[in-house]
Every structure is written in C-alpha cells, then in structure tokens.
C-alpha cells in the first residue's frame, strides 16, 4: 500500500464514510495511482461479490415451526442432529463443486475496457436514437418487456425492481445494432436517471466499476448476459444497485 | 397488557427472521448451521424480550445474540470450518446466484469461512446490513477506529484467501492482484 494514504481511509472512501475534504484527497491520491486504483477495484468487486452471494434469500419461506413457536404454539426445540441425508448432500456437492472447480475457472476481476461501454453510455444518452422506445407505465408493461427480452436474449430476464433504493422504471429502449440489446431507464424522486443495458454476453465473466463523466459505471457480466449500469450516483449507491440487480434481474 | 405486548413483539421478530437468517448463513458459512442458531436465537429472544428497552434496536438486538450464540458453538464444537457446511452454503448460493458460477461461489464462501469471527462480522454488517461505521461502532460497542482497522484487515484477508483459493484450484492468476502488495 502506498505511503500516502492509511488502509482504513481507502476502506473509508469505498465505502463512502470520508467527508469532502478526505473524499477528494483520496480520489486524487487514487487517480494518479494506476495500481492503487486497481486495487480499489478488487475491494469493490469482493464487496459486490458478498452482497450478490449473501444478499437474497430475503423472500425464502421460514419454516413454521419457528413461526409456531414465537405465536405460542410450538414445543421448545431441540438441538436438531444433522440428518444422514444432509451430510451425504453436502458431501456430494463438495465432490461436484471441486470437480468443477478443477474444469472451469471465471475470473471475477476487472477487465479491460470493452465497447460494451461505450454502446451502453451512448444508449444512455440515446445517440444514436433507439430502433424503439417504450414508455413503460404499469407492472403490466413492465412484464410484457421482460418476455419480450427474456426471447431476445434467450434467457429468463426480468426488469430489477429497484422501489427500495428509491428508482422507479420508467422506460425501455430498444436497439438493434451494434448487437440487439435494450436500456432499462430507471428515475429517482430527485430526477436522477439510472440505467441499466442489457445485451447478450461476448462470454468473458467481468466486473467492473468506475467513474466517467460525472457518473458511476458498473459492468457486471457472465456467460449469459453482459450489463451496464450507469448513473449520477455514489459509488457505494451504486454497489447496492448493482447488488440488487444482480439478484433481480433473473 | 403483558400479552398484547408479547404479542407485538412477536410479530415484530417475525418481521426480522428473513434478515437474521440471511446475516446468519453469511457468518457461520453453513445454512443448516445457521438454521439452528436462528432458531436457538429465537428461544433466547423469547425469554428475554422483555430486556429489551428499544424496539428500534431489535435487528441489532437479534444479531448480537446471534453472534454469542454462535461463538458459544465454536468454543463447544469447533463446528466452523466443517467442509460439509461450506459446500452446502456454496451450492446453496451457486443455484441461486444468476452468474452460474458456482467454483467462484465456493471459493469466496471458504474464503470468507478463513476470516476470524470479528473479521466477518464487520464485513457484514458494511456489506450486506448496510451500515455505517458508526452504527457498527454502536452495535459492536467498539470505537469507530476499531471498526476501521478491522475492515481493512478483513478486506485484506479476504482479498488474499481468495487469490489462495484460486491458485488452490488451479485457476488462471488474477493479473496484477499479486504485486499490489509489493
């Protein structure tokens, strides 16, 4: 770590607790460092990485024992003994995940600037113009569009509900070329506009974020599907866009 | 009046499980593991509701016995660490995950399963609760300073479990993660 700025103060500015003053005094320390800023970038992905890992299940049924038992109408519990079968399950996940593990490896680090980029902050500001633009104003469109990208793209897609981080859709744009591939518009109470590009994948697994032109970027592909999020945003608002569309989109 | 407010508090520990069960897989690296202390935590809330003075407080309430739950459980049973518990927390998450990757998902679950307790809990609660460093501070009863040097030695560790994970398992070396530390 270089000499000029403390490990918690990076940590501090990733996570969006400087003030002005250290905000700033990082960022330039950060923008003239090409390999602490590469660094920065790996910290970012593990912290997007731990929230799109652990971060769902929110909506998983709870068993009702637990429910009967704070209403008053279950038995205290017992220590459950871990079943046979579950500790077979684990074992045989152990044995499938190492194999695959041995097969097939993704990095999960940034990558090299692609022109996924550019064509996603060039459909942001819709130049050139989209093939078609549609006003989305209900839940009901909103799941038209996702059947029409889920065939497009030839996988299951939904547009993220992004209410809790205070944006709504309001929009989808279409384009045809350079690769068939939509824009997700998302506005916020303040007026701030977040989108969200969505096209097939060139296959690489890459994640990345960064600040362009006042705004924050996030490239966040797999095999499958290759997205651009974008948006006049902090960077931790958008770690925790990311990570809910991360968990959403499918 | 001593059921009504049984009662409501009832609903309001209902109201946290989907969070607590989430924060509890991510910190024992196990969901049946997690599972059993949940439940366990609930039995405990049960019986001492009634301490608690700030309704407000109830998620981090819920965490901290969670927490000294599950550190009893290691000092009993040393049960972190348990390969079985890591791979199921892994494949759980690998299904689940829109990536399909499930080899990343394994390694950075044993990853984050090398990190002390402390080191995970702090990672957490920034990471996945969305805190801030001074409601941390408030709910970990450490100064902010603390926080700090514990998230950054964490992140650290974690960065570097990861690049052991994946010379582990043979995989590609990340490009320039190495001689960042040079």
Known sequence: MTTEIRDEDLHAYIDGELDDLGRSRVQSIVDADPVLRHQLSLYRADKARLVSLYGGGLNEPLPREWIQRIEGRGARRQWN????????????????????????????????????????????????????????????????????????????????????????????????????????????????IFTLYLRRSSGATRFDLFEEKGLHVCVWQDEVMATVMAGPVSGAEMERLAGLVYTSLT | MVGSRRESFGEALITQLPALRRYARALVGGSALADDLVQDCIE??????????????????????????????????????????????????????????????????????????????????????????????????????????????????LRSALEGERRRSGAVHVPGAQEMRQ
């Open chain 1, 81 to 192: 003994a871990r079943t046979t079968w579950t500790i077979a399950a684990a074992m045989a996940a152990t044995v499938v995940l190492v194999l695959a593990g041995s097969m097939a490896y993704r990095n999960f680090a940034p990558a090299t600037r692609e022109d996924i980029v550019a064509d996603a902050l060039a459909a942001r500001t819709q130049s050139p113009p989209p093939d078609t633009v549609v006003p989305i104003r209900s839940t009901r469109d909103a799941q038209v569009e996702a059947a029409v990208m889920t065939r497009v793209l030839a996988t299951q897609v939904k547009a993220p509900d992004l209410t809790k981080l205070g944006f709504r859709l309001v929009g989808m744009d279409v384009y045809n070329t350079p690769a068939r591939s939509f824009d997700l518009r998302y506005r916020d109470g303040k007026g701030r």
């Open chain 2, 44 to 157: 405990r809330a049960l019986r001492q509701w009634e301490g608690l003075r700030d309704g407000q407080r109830l998620a981090s309430w819920l965490r901290s016995i969670l927490h000294n739950l599950y550190v009893d459980e290691l000092r009993r049973n040393r049960t972190r660490g348990h390969e079985q518990e890591i791979a199921e927390l892994a494949d759980d998450l690998s299904f689940s995950a829109p990536a399909h990757d499930g080899t990343m998902a394994f390694e950075f679950v044993r990853a984050m399963d090398s990190l002390s307790v402390e080191h995970r809990q702090v990672l957490l609660l920034v990471g996945l609760e969305d805190m801030n460093y001074r409601e941390i501070a408030a709910e970990l009863g450490i100064p902010i300073g603390t926080v700090m040097s514990r998230l950054a030695r964490g992140r650290e560790r």
